[in-house]
C-alpha cells in the first residue's frame, strides 16, 4: 500500500523540508545530540501546534524503520502526483528547462540516487510512471536524496509513450539504452532534452524507447556491462545541462 505519509531522515533532508514546506511536516522525532541544532524547527513547530519530540535512539529507528536515521525524523504528509498537462509542458519548454523521466525504475534508493543529482544539475521536472513497479518517493528515497525532492515537481504518467509522442512537439526526446545507442549526447535540436531511462533490469519499455527522437548509450571499457541506473543518470543529467549551468566566478577557480 502507498502511505499518504512519508519519514524523511536526517539532519540536512529535514531542514530542507523545513525551509520549502514547513506546513507539511505533521511529527518531528530527535535524538537528544541533535536537540540543538533544531531550535528554529521546534519553535514554529510549537507555534503551528505541531507534535515534536525528543526520544530514545532505539525509539527513532522504530520511527524510521531505518538505523540509518541521523538522529532526526520528520512524518510529512505526501502530495498527490498528478499527470502533467500538454500546455505545462509547453512553457517549461518555452523556458529551456530539462525534463527527466522515469519508466518504472523500481528500486526507491535508485530513485532517490537519482534525484539528488537532477536537483544538483538544477532539474526540477520528474515524471514517474504510474505503475505498479514503479517506486514512488518513499522514506528510503527520501534519505537517499538528501533534499533533493524538495526541489522536484513531480507527476505521474499512466500511458508513457503516449506521452512522449505528445511532448516530441516541445522537447527532444533522447532515451537511455544500455547497448545500441548512440554514444554522443551533442545537441542536434534546439529544443530542450527530456531524458528517459529504463527500468533496472529491463530498460526501457520498447514501446517508450520507440517513441524517443534518439537513443544514447554511454561508452565504457566493456569490463561491466554497464553503469549503475543512477550513475548513468549523473553523467547523462551532466551533459544535458551543463550548457545552461553558469562557470564559477573567476575567484574561484585557484
Known sequence: MRTKEVSICGLSAV?????????TIK???FTQEIAPQIGDICRALAEARAAYRCVEIEDLERIAGSVHHGGIVAVVERPPFRPPQLDQVREWAGRGETMLILDCIGNPHNLGAIVRSAAFFGVTKLILADHPLAALPTDAAYRVAAGGLDHMEIFIVKYMNRFLHDIRA???VIGAATEGGHPDLS???RKPVALVLGNEEEGLAEEVAAECDRLITIPGCGRVESLNVSSAAAVLLW???RSRIPAPDSAHRN
Not at 531542514?15 to 506546513?23: G, Y
Open 15 to 23: 531542514r530542507s523540508r523545513f525551509e520549502t514546506a514547513p506546513q
Open 27 to 29: 511529527r518531528l522525532f
Open 170 to 172: 516541445f522537447y527532444e
Open 239 to 241: 551533459e544535458c545541462t
Open 187 to 189: 545537441r542536434r535540436s
